[in-house]
């Protein structure tokens, strides 16, 4: 069965902190990983992965992905208030248009 | 605002009611879902749509029933549903093809209460 797994679950921490964000997965049949940021209900799509070591960057957010390693890592730096939110990753699995989600992780930002 | 929108945004029903859930994209893509999105749980896929054709369902209990009239209107028909059920319903549409509908993006989503 595929799996996607993040961590930490939670995460606290204040202003101008820099953060990581894990996610390792296993599918049977890797096409990419995909993280979204959800703040109170739609999730907005972040960035899409689909080679290994090349790092995808917007802004203070960055991701790269580790195809060998099986995990993909989002940095988000001098972080703000207003990245509060929960931030999930997730990969294609059985047929093509099923995305397997992890939990999330909550992070939290305080002022 | 991500050009998928929800209606209604809250719905509190009691477990014989019958009740539908809107979803619209303006996008022009041709792929929906309907997710289900319960406290401490990752999002679960309920249904896919392409080109207005079902494509996928995994396992959902038959008091969920979609509809998809067109590919910029989806619906999620409820009746007769548990307290279990409830929770934060997403509706997503993605562009079919490539890779291009792996990038879903989502509508606001309907917080349903069972009671």
């Known amino acids: 069965e595929d799996k996607v797994v993040q961590s930490p679950l939670s995460l606290v921490v204040h202003e101008g902190d820099t953060v990581t964000l894990n996610c390792s997965y296993e599918v049977t049949n890797f096409r990419s990983l995909l993280w979204y940021k959800q703040e109170k209900k739609a999730p907005t799509f972040l960035f899409m992965l689909t080679s290994s070591g090349i790092e995808k960057k917007s802004g203070r957010l960055s991701s790269i992905l580790d195809k060998k390693e099986l995990f993909s890592i989002l940095n988000i730096t001098a972080t703000q208030t207003g990245d509060s939110a929960v931030y999930l990753c997730a990969t294609p699995s059985g047929s093509a248009r099923q995305l397997t989600f992890g939990s999330g992780t909550q992070l939290t930002v305080l002022p | ?115």
């Open chain 2, 1 to 115: 605002e991500t050009g998928v929108t929800q209606t209604p945004r809250h719905l509190v029903m009691g477990m014989t009611n019958k009740k539908s859930l809107k979803c619209e994209q303006h996008l022009g893509h041709n792929a929906m879902y309907w997710y289900k999105q319960s406290a401490k749980k990752p999002l679960e896929l309920m249904f896919v749509y392409n080109f207005k054709e079902q494509t996928e369902n995994n396992s959902v209990p038959s008091r969920f029933s979609p509809e998809c009239p067109n590919s910029s209107h989806l619906f999620l028909h409820l009746h007769t549903l548990q307290p279990e059920d409830s929770a934060l319903y997403l509706c997503a549409s993605s562009q079919a093809g490539g890779l291009d509908h792996y990038e879903q993006y989502f509508g606001p989503g309907t917080r349903l209460t069972v009671t």
